[in-house]
């Protein structure tokens, strides 16, 4: 071997342009990071997540429209030499505007950083993918927090808007629609609100303030469960209903269930049921089983007092990450890198792209705190 041959392969510029290559847009593909994605556990299952779709602005509009189909009018007597007006469609719209710029901290590997044994080629690639292990950790903490109306973030609200904090450590909220009897956020139902356009399955639709919100000050019961499941019930296309529930409420389920299958020799496995968390990620979610017509799921990262009724099937959430410019390319930068000193080599990585998240199925969902 030649005298003064570089024996250390990870300090050539060639292995860093393969750690942006390969590491980077690999970094969701390792089961031992809990964030590898921005929608880990049952968060993905609830969340219709469009990566790179269109969020706005486009040309004429600068927010994300969800049609609510209009209600029936019903038929009309008519004699043989009759014909039936024609009819009207009053449609209403569920609003979500722009969102704003998450990133990732930026992280720097040089070849110093290997010297005297200090670093090995599996920290540089950890380094490198990092930065989307950061946005994607802050994005499934807000698509929680949308998913409880912030209660997971401590505080249930109406009309709740996720927020971020930016450099200077200030707290930056997405903006809400300003709701009309046509137009409405895209967040949880409230009693506040004055959209009239909520459809109910016989054909009417639901007084204004209509609420999927539920804050009942008392521990969990079945006639609150099924109170809150009938909301969603009453809506058109929903039908079998899925609960995510936390500590507290799952405990409670499991009680009423072996309470009332004492009798039978169903109790046996019952007795066995472990809710302790069996995964690792964020979001993890694991069976309790069916109490009085609803499939309940024990979900760790929830309010332990919080319950999250859902349409079984349907994905009320949205989340989008990338946005398209007026010209329809696509803007967010994703993955980036930037050489660093060129004697040295260096080289820093990040991650940054455009978020915008929100209820796009208000009637498909509804979310209650219970006392603990």
């Given at each position: ?70 209600t029936t009018n019903g038929a009309k007597a008519i004699g043989p030499e009759e ?290």
């Amino acid at each position: 071997m030649a005298t003064g041959e570089f024996l250390d392969p990870v300090g050539t510029i060639t292995v860093w342009e393969q750690v942006l290559a390969s590491v980077q847009r690999a970094a969701q593909m390792d089961p031992k990071m809990a964030f590898r994605t921005a929608t880990p556990g049952a968060i993905g299952e609830l969340t219709s997540a469009n990566i790179g779709d269109i969020t706005g602005p486009w040309r004429g509009r600068e927010e994300v429209r969800i049609e609510i189909p209009g209600t029936t009018n019903g038929a009309k007597a008519i004699g043989p030499e009759e014909r039936m007006r024609q009819g009207t469609d009053d449609i209403g719209h569920i609003v979500a505007l722009r969102g704003f710029e998450l990133a990732g901290h930026t992280y720097k590997v040089t070849p110093e950083m290997f010297g005297y044994g200090g670093m090995d080629g599996r920290r540089a690639r950890e380094l490198a993918a990092k930065p989307r292990l950061d946005f994607n950790e802050t994005v499934a903490k807000n698509m929680l927090d949308v998913m409880t109306s912030g209660d997971y973030s401590g505080s249930q609200t109406n009309a709740f808007a996720w927020s971020a904090t930016d450099l200077s450590g200030n707290s930056q909220s997405q903006a809400l629609f300003t709701d009309t009897a046509d137009e409405v956020e895209n967040v949880y139902p409230y009693d506040g609100q004055t959209f009239t356009h909520w459809p109910l399955r016989n054909g009417s639709t639901a007084a204004a303030g209509h609420d999927h919100l539920f804050d009942t000050a008392a521990v969990w019961s079945a006639a609150d469960a099924k109170t809150q499941a009938d909301h969603i019930r009453e809506h058109p296309t929903n039908g079998v209903i899925k609960a995510y529930v936390g500590s507290t409420i799952a405990t409670a389920v499991q009680a009423a269930k072996k309470s009332d299958l004492s009798s039978i020799s169903a109790v046996q496995p019952l007795t066995e049921q472990n809710l302790a968390a069996k995964g690792s990620d964020f979001g993890f979610a694991q069976r309790v089983g069916d109490y009085d017509g609803v499939d309940y799921y024990h979900m760790v990262d929830l309010p332990t007092s919080g319950a999250l009724y859902v349409s079984a099937g349907k994905m009320p959430f949205h989340l989008n990450i990338g946005v398209l410019g007026t010209d329809g390319s696509l803007i967010g930068t994703r993955d980036w890198s930037e050489d660093g000193d060129k004697e040295r080599r260096g080289i820093s990585y990040g991650y940054r792209d455009y978020v915008s998240a929100g209820v796009r199925d208000p009637l498909a969902v509804s979310y209650g705190e219970h006392a603990a």
